[in-house]
T-cell receptor
Framework: KQEVTQIPAALSVPEGENLVLNCSFT??????LQWFRQDPGKGLTSLLL?????REQTSGRLNASLDKSSGRSTLYIAASQPGDSATYLC????????????FGKGTHLIIQP | DTEVTQTPKHLVMGMTNKKSLKCEQH?????MYWYKQKAKKPPELMFV???????INESVPSRFSPECPNSSLLNLHLHALQPEDSALYLC????????????FGPGTRLTVL
């Protein structure tokens, strides 16, 4: 059974810092990995998707990397802003059409103004 | 249109009520999903419809009944729920493809009294 772990569980940093969120998964046989952002009581916003054949994806100040063989992904946030405060979820897709995503427990991020 | 919509946003129901949650997408996606998210926990997969064929997570109680009237619409029928079923219910959709990027709706906040 696939298990996804995110470290740290919570992080509080001053505005402007660069930061790294970590995600690991136990079964390397994945099709893709997705990073999401969730604001309190809201739905999930897809930030980046990395397919299993890719090493990284970038969108604005966000960069996600994937090392499939070691079962690890990182989300790098450059020049953090208070608006980045949210919970960041890592999820892997391991199956065919009958499977959903397996999520980590998330990193709760607070950016101090 | 890259949006998944869910209605209602909030629902309060008694344990003897019957209610339904609705999800809709017009992105031409052929896979749709229901996830359940308890407070401070990651989303957990409940059901998947892929090309209008249902896959069931066997741990989901029969008081939850999904329906996919067409490829754009997904319902979740609720009957005789328990207070522990109170949660955020999230709908998602994807093509599906090897990329299988999932897009989530804003969720329905369900409270069972």
């Amino acid at each position: 059974k696939q298990e996804v772990t995110q470290i740290p569980a919570a992080l509080s940093v001053p505005e402007g810092e660069n930061l790294v969120l970590n995600c690991s998964f136990t079964d390397s046989a994945i099709y893709n990995l997705q990073w999401f952002r969730q604001d309190p009581g809201k739905g999930l916003t897809s930030l980046l998707l990395i397919q299993s054949s890719q090493r990284e994806q970038t969108s604005g100040r966000l960069n996600a990397s994937l090392d499939k063989s070691s079962g690890r992904s990182t989300l790098y946030i450059a020049a953090s802003q208070p608006g980045d405060s949210a919970t960041y979820l890592c999820a892997v897709f391991s199956g065919g059409g009958a499977d959903g995503l397996t999520f980590g427990k998330g990193t709760h991020l607070i950016i101090q103004p | 249109d890259t949006e998944v919509t869910q209605t209602p946003k909030h629902l309060v129901m008694g344990m003897t009520n019957k209610k339904s949650l609705k999800c809709e997408q017009h992105m031409g996606h052929r896979a749709m999903y229901w996830y359940k998210q308890k407070a401070k926990k990651p989303p957990e997969l409940m059901f998947v419809y892929s090309y209008e064929k249902l896959s069931i997570n066997e741990s989901v109680p029969s008081r939850f009944s999904p329906e996919c009237p067409n490829s754009s619409l997904l319902n979740l029928h609720l009957h005789a729920l328990q207070p522990e079923d109170s949660a955020l219910y999230l709908c998602a959709s994807s093509l599906p493809s090897s990329a299988n990027e999932q897009f989530f709706g804003p969720g329905t906040r369900l409270t069972v009294l």
